[in-house]
């Protein structure tokens, strides 16, 4: 019988989402509470930033096994639809402090998933191939989609989009994904490619850094937690739509709690 925890050297799919759901809801309270109540809870954030990079991994390795990629595809864009408007509720008080049940600032993540799982997608008709024309044109899509999630503002934009086509291309390579992998997160995600960007000048990107240390050390060291600890089995599944269903339950229940309060209290 396979083990549900363990699967050989590593953890199973289904012990990687447990762990990515529960600091995901961590996260969002703590995010919530911090706005609110001031940065006391930064702490719960801290944690949460294990949540994003698994989800990531998951849904680009979930890309490449599914037996049909088009209802996969459609599942997470239906449940992006889903839950748009409760993240949008939920953080744009965090973004503008009002709630509004639309913003434009910032789209939810199930839309990055989305856009990586279609450039996946590219990346396997490149492989499968050998015209250079196709080859080139199919990589010039990839990059177009990075490019789409910074300018639809998806929940961790260029770095969520770079690091599925990461853990594809490197796929086959435990540690060689890992690096790859945890090398676009930590330039895209935890900023360092400010350092390249002319509009910035190093001493107050290095100060900026420095400034959220301990933030960016969590959000840096975070995906190798996932990268390096999973083996790629799928362990006991969940019901099919249960993720999907997780993501805008737990926001439209956060939201719920704390709404009624900071009206009472502003």
Not at 18 to 42: D, E, K, P, Q, W
Request: proline residues 3%; charged residues 15%.
């Amino acid at each position: 019988m396979e083990n549900t925890a363990l699967v050989g050297r590593g953890m199973n799919a289904r012990t990687l989402k447990i762990i990515a759901a529960v600091t995901m809801v961590c996260s969002h309270i703590g995010v919530t509470l911090n706005t609110f109540y001031g940065g006391g809870f930064a702490i719960m954030d801290y944690i949460g930033r294990f949540a994003a990079p698994i989800f990531f991994m998951l849904a680009a390795d979930g890309a490449v096994k599914t037996r049909d990629f088009n209802k996969y595809l459609l599942r997470i864009v239906l449940f992006a639809v889903i839950s748009e408007m409760p993240f949008d509720f939920l953080f744009s008080y965090y973004f503008t402090g009002k709630f509004s049940l639309v913003y434009w600032g910032q789209q939810n993540v199930m839309w990055t998933l989305a856009i990586g799982v279609l450039a996946i997608k590219c990346c396997e008709k490149s492989r499968k191939t050998t015209d250079i024309t196709l080859k080139i044109l199919f990589a010039a899509c990839v990059a177009g989609l990075i490019i789409l999630a910074k300018i639809a503002k998806t929940d961790y934009d260029m770095g969520g989009v770079a690091f599925m086509v990461a853990c594809y291309i490197f796929r086959n390579n435990r540690k060689l994904r890992a690096l790859a992998a945890w090398f676009v997160w930590v330039f895209f995600v935890c900023g360092l490619y400010f350092f390249f960007d002319p509009r910035y000048e190093f001493a107050a990107v290095a100060a900026w850094i420095t400034r959220t240390g301990v933030y960016k050390i969590c959000e840096g060291t975070a995906p190798l937690f996932a990268l390096l600890l999973y083996n790629g089995a799928q362990g006991k599944r969940f019901p099919k739509y249960a993720f999907y269903t997780f993501y805008p339950a737990h926001i439209l229940i956060i939201a719920a709690v704390f709404y009624p309060i900071v009206r009472a209290f502003a």
